[in-house]
């Protein structure tokens, strides 16, 4: 099985950006498909973004659309989120997740899609 580790996570003002990275190890990242979610204190943990396997289809979630970016580098076992803009909203835990199997990113919109989480990373946006 594969393990995550997310990286990258920080306090930031307002109005910065910020690229979390998602390191995979035991498997190749390209036998998943990835995943960010993200969960502020005391709310669900909510989709972000997902990316196929191949990176060549991707989804977001309406809230993050236009600042977000999801990528994958299968070289580097490694998925990325970008994010422009930052909101104090933005404030939270951001997770990786991955699943084995092989459908277009829009399938991959709910946590119970997903096989594999990592720890977190936090990301803290101060206004």
């Known amino acids: 099985q594969v393990q995550l580790v997310e990286s990258g996570g920080g306090l930031v003002q307002a109005g910065g950006s910020l690229t979390l990275s998602c390191a995979a190890s035991?498997?190749?990242?390209?036998?998943?498909?990835m995943g960010w979610f993200r969960q502020a204190p005391g709310k669900e943990r909510d989709f972000v973004a997902a990316?196929?396997?191949?990176?060549?289809?991707?989804y977001y979630a309406d809230a993050v659309k236009g600042r977000f970016t999801i990528s994958r580098d299968n070289a580097k076992n490694t998925v990325y989120l970008q994010i422009h803009s930052l909101r104090p909203e933005d404030t939270a835990a951001y997770y990786c997740?991955?699943?084995?199997?092989?459908?277009?990113?829009?399938?991959?919109?709910?946590?119970?899609?997903?096989?594999?989480w990592g720890q977190g990373t936090q990301v803290t946006v101060s206004s």
């Open positions: 997740a991955a699943d084995g199997r092989y459908y277009s990113a829009a399938y991959f919109q709910t946590r119970d899609k997903f096989s594999y």
């Open positions: 035991g498997r190749p990242l390209s036998s998943y498909a």
């Open positions: 990316i196929s396997r191949s990176g060549s289809s991707t």
